[in-house]
């Protein structure tokens, strides 16, 4: 199984970026499709997920409002639409799947995803 990201690139504040994350097979569809990012010099963080089974979705505060999670329950493709873009969500962000049913709770929890994505990308100017 493999996870495909693209979309990152630079945009300037208050600006938008679309990221796509496409799964090369149904592998989560009993699971969940999620964003991670990591800053330079920080730790990796959840940013926001979506459970195949039913749209549920988990965002992280810092995005919350900001970002929206969405999926192409054909192409298996989840998108990550960035709006009112800050020089803070500057990152690499890593696309990860976790083939397993899982609680609201626990969509954040990094450990739960066993596939990971490339990261891209994305920079927000000043």
């Known amino acids: 199984v493999q996870l495909q990201a693209s979309g990152g690139g630079l945009a300037q504040t208050g600006g938008s970026l679309r990221l796509s994350c496409a799964a090369s097979?149904?592998?989560?569809?009993?699971?969940?499709l999620a964003w991670f990012r990591q800053a330079p010099g920080k730790e990796r963080e959840f940013v926001a997920a979506?459970?195949?089974?039913?749209?549920?979705?988990s965002y992280a505060d810092a995005v919350k409002g900001r970002f929206t999670i969405s999926r192409d329950r054909a192409k298996n493709t989840v998108y990550l639409q960035m709006n009112s873009l800050k020089p803070e969500d500057t990152a690499v962000y890593y696309c990860a799947g976790d083939r397993s049913r899982t609680i609201p709770r626990m969509l954040g929890v990094m450990s739960r995803y066993d596939y990971w994505g490339q990261g891209t990308l994305v920079t927000v100017s000043s």
């Open positions: 097979d149904r592998t989560f569809s009993s699971g969940a």
């Open positions: 979506f459970r195949w089974t039913d749209g549920l979705t």
